[in-house]
């Protein structure tokens, strides 16, 4: 299969799957969630970068022109220390900096994400190589992931530990914040009710996409032919609710109960 692989700790970097498919309809696109071990965004670096290698090791197994790390607490275990690889490995913190440096009008950047993102600062590290001058302020939001997990959108609940998370940094006078976790754009509306439309939310997969055209790998034809292979390391009838939920019309192929320590591993 000639196809860009996708990689989550679970069901949230569909919302990446899903940019990434209505730019290149045509192309193939194998997505591998490894929900048997989420959350990465609770554990340290070391063992997010082991899950990582299997993560990869095993989606190379299926002829791929490229690696998409759509977890935010993935790809800074992996700019950590980053990984040998045949094809591409790209990355969301990257590209979500460089997008928030450029929007950003008064360089005073928010950067929301799990603990081990948040605890990492290479948002902070990225953001600073573009533009020294800026004044970056973090703060982790643990509890949204499982608020998105639950469906509670756009809910008075969410709303409020919204505010909890956000109310701190929003004293700093920031006017642009990076979603710097797959879940946070599924909450937009929300965010955007507690900081007000004056602040720019970034959303990584935007540069991502940038990214991923300059390596002129993607199939651009624009006849919607593509497959989508789903993957996950563990299943449940609410998870499935949940892939539908998040990729919404985007319609995927197959979806497979895999075991990454059964074969394939590096
Ligand atoms: N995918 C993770 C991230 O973007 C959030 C969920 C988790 O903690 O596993 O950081």
Same mark, same amino acid.
């Given at each position: 299969?000639?196809?860009?692989?996708?990689?989550?700790?679970?069901?949230?970097?569909?919302?990446?799957?899903?940019?990434?498919?209505?730019?290149?309809?045509?192309?193939?696109?194998? !997505?591998?969630?490894?929900? &048997?071990? +989420?959350? !990465?965004?609770?554990?340290?670096?070391?063992?997010?970068?082991?899950?990582?290698?299997?993560? =990869?090791?095993?989606?190379?197994?299926?002829?791929?022109?490229? /690696?998409?790390?759509?977890?935010?607490? &993935?790809?800074?275990?992996?700019?950590?220390?980053?990984?040998?690889?045949? /094809? @591409?490995?790209?990355? $969301?913190?990257? @590209?979500?900096?460089?997008?928030?440096?450029? =929007?950003?009008?008064?360089?005073?950047?928010?950067?929301?994400?799990?603990?081990?993102? /948040? !605890?990492?600062?290479?948002?902070?590290?990225?953001?600073?190589?573009?533009?020294?001058?800026?004044? /970056?302020?973090?703060?982790?939001?643990?509890?949204?992931?499982?608020?998105?997990?639950?469906?509670?959108?756009?809910?008075? =609940?969410?709303? +409020?530990? =919204?505010?909890?998370? $956000?109310?701190?940094?929003?004293?700093?006078?920031?006017?642009?914040?990076?979603?710097?976790?797959?879940? !946070?754009? $599924?909450?937009?509306?929300?965010?955007?009710?507690?900081?007000?439309?004056? $602040?720019?939310?970034?959303?990584?997969?935007?540069?991502?996409?940038?990214?991923?055209?300059?390596?002129?790998?993607?199939?651009?034809?624009?006849?919607?032919?593509?497959?989508?292979?789903?993957?996950?390391?563990?299943?449940?009838?609410?998870?499935?609710?949940?892939?539908?939920?998040?990729? &919404?019309?985007?319609?995927?192929?197959?979806?497979?109960?895999?075991?990454?320590?059964?074969?394939? +591993?590096?």
């Amino acid at each position: 299969m000639n196809a860009i692989g996708v990689f989550d700790s679970g069901v949230g970097g569909l919302t990446v799957l899903k940019a990434l498919k209505a730019r290149w309809p045509a192309e193939n696109f194998v !997505y591998l969630a490894d929900t &048997a071990r +989420l959350p !990465y965004g609770s554990k340290s670096l070391g063992t997010i970068h082991n899950y990582c290698t299997q993560n =990869i090791n095993y989606l190379l197994t299926f002829g791929l022109k490229a /690696v998409v790390v759509a977890c935010n607490s &993935a790809s800074t275990a992996i700019l950590e220390k980053p990984l040998a690889c045949s /094809v @591409p490995i790209l990355n $969301v913190v990257a @590209p979500g900096a460089r997008k928030a440096v450029e =929007i950003s009008t008064r360089q005073r950047i928010g950067v929301l994400g799990t603990r081990a993102t /948040v !605890y990492s600062k290479a948002y902070v590290h990225a953001i600073l190589r573009l533009s020294p001058d800026a004044m /970056v302020t973090q703060a982790p939001c643990p509890l949204w992931v499982p608020l998105v997990e639950e469906g509670w959108i756009d809910d008075p =609940i969410t709303n +409020l530990i =919204i505010y909890r998370y $956000v109310g701190a940094i929003l004293k700093h006078q920031i006017d642009t914040i990076i979603l710097g976790c797959t879940h !946070y754009p $599924v909450l937009r509306n929300s965010i955007v009710k507690v900081v007000g439309s004056e $602040v720019a939310l970034v959303d990584s997969s935007l540069g991502l996409i940038e990214d991923l055209e300059k390596l002129k790998i993607c199939n651009e034809e624009k006849s919607n032919i593509g497959k989508i292979k789903l993957l996950c390391t563990d299943f449940s009838p609410r998870m499935e609710e949940t892939f539908r939920l998040l990729l &919404a019309e985007t319609e995927y192929d197959s979806l497979e109960l895999i075991d990454l320590n059964a074969e394939h +591993l590096g």
